[in-house]
């Protein structure tokens, strides 16, 4: 997370974190993390698609009873074209899109 949040400040946006876990959950600790890191990701590169004072990513995470909930909301530019090529993929060899269907992967894993 910590690595998430210094990639977002070199580029100029504005983190809110709130998260809290509990200490045993019933998804692996490498799911939980591509979820986290994948959608970190999407939210870091449509923010870079947005200008320089318009640029934030709030992020929420908390236990209710056996779930866990995950809000993540950015800033993001409706005129950008997000089915390229990103400026900011370091995954050049993988396509546009990958990174949702392993979250959508993990997500039927646990049923939703």
């Given at each position: 997370?910590?690595?998430?949040?210094?990639?977002?400040?070199?580029?100029?946006?504005?983190?809110?974190?709130?998260?809290?876990?509990?200490?045993?959950?019933?998804?692996?600790?490498?799911d939980?993390?591509?979820?986290?890191f994948?959608?970190?990701?999407?939210?870091?590169?449509?923010?870079?698609?947005?200008?320089?004072?318009?640029?934030?990513?709030?992020?929420?995470?908390?236990?209710?009873?056996?779930?866990?909930?995950?809000?993540?909301?950015?800033?993001?530019?409706?005129?950008?074209?997000?089915?390229?090529?990103?400026?900011?993929?370091?995954?050049?060899?993988?396509?546009?899109?990958?990174?949702?269907?392993?979250?959508?992967?993990?997500?039927?894993?646990?049923?939703?």
């Open positions: 997370m910590n690595e998430k949040y210094a990639e977002g400040n070199i580029h100029g946006i504005d983190f809110d974190i709130k998260a809290i876990a509990p200490p045993n959950l019933n998804i692996d600790d490498i939980l993390s591509s979820v986290l994948n959608t970190l990701d999407n939210a870091i590169e449509a923010c870079i698609n947005c200008s320089e004072d318009n640029r934030y990513i709030n992020l929420e995470l908390w236990p209710d009873g056996n779930f866990l909930y995950y809000k993540i909301i950015n800033s993001y530019n409706p005129d950008k074209n997000y089915s390229n090529k990103s400026i900011y993929s370091k995954k050049e060899y993988l396509s546009s899109g990958y990174g949702l269907s392993i979250i959508e992967d993990i997500v039927n894993k646990y049923d939703g």
